[in-house]
């Protein structure tokens, strides 16, 4: 079956550390995406892909690296520069227009130890 | 402004109930819409999009107001199982941007 598979499920950081959470998707979408969502707030978005070799900043980008070395592939490091990182992130993939809306991932609950 | 801004709720209601609320967006330009449905520390999955024409998915019917710049979706016959949040979300084309909205938390009694 098609999907988005985004790992760990969990992570726990420590505070100066950089972590790297995996986004992979089979369904053929140019483009992908991060995002950061906090307890009783919606989604922001932390940066974005439409193809290969090419992505950039949302609204909430300082902290965070990306690379989109593969169509499949598009992980997220969370640098030791993100001042408050614990968070639920949400990698989701699209057709590169994202008229036909968003498949998302299940995400990954990040807490800084 | 928000570029889309939604009641928080919550909307509690009893079961068989219908509940109806609504989504505003800012950009005329916004060219496509949807609801997306979020449980408890889940991703948010995709509910329905929204038609210039309304539509309805079940117990689920969806609104688009262009005039008014916003979006509605009505559940009727509520089930325990609608307890949720829900997302709304537009997406504006050239340039491309998709807005969530912070969601709409409804929680169906017994």
């Known amino acids: 079956d098609g999907g988005i598979t985004q790992s760990p499920k969990y992570l726990f950081r420590k505070e100066g550390q950089n972590v790297t959470l995996s986004c992979e998707q089979n369904?053929?979408?140019?483009?992908m995406y991060w995002y950061r969502q906090d307890p009783g707030q919606g989604l922001r978005l932390i940066y974005y892909s439409q193809i290969v070799n090419d992505f950039q900043k949302g609204d909430i980008a300082e902290g965070y690296s990306v690379s989109r070395e593969k169509k499949e592939s598009f992980p997220l490091t969370v640098t030791s520069a993100q001042k408050n990182p614990t968070a639920f992130y949400l990698c989701?993939?699209?057709?590169?227009?994202?008229?036909?809306?968003?498949?998302f991932g299940s995400g990954t609950r990040l807490t800084v130890v | 402004r928000k570029e889309v801004e939604q009641d928080p709720g919550p909307f509690n209601v009893p079961e068989g109930a219908t509940v109806a609320f609504n989504c505003t967006y800012s950009n005329s330009a916004s060219q496509s819409f949807f609801w997306y449905r979020q449980d408890c520390r889940k991703e948010p999955k995709l509910l329905m999009s929204v038609y210039s024409s309304g539509n309805e998915d079940g117990r689920f019917t969806a609104q688009l107001n262009r005039a008014s710049q916003y979006i509605s979706l009505l559940i009727r016959d509520s089930k325990l199982s609608d307890s949720a949040t829900y997302l709304c979300v537009v997406n504006q084309l050239a340039p491309y941007k998709l807005s969530f909205g912070a969601g709409t938390t409804v929680t169906v009694r017994a």
């Open positions: 989701a993939s699209s057709m590169r227009t994202g008229e036909n809306g968003y498949t």
């Open positions: 369904l053929n979408h140019d483009a």
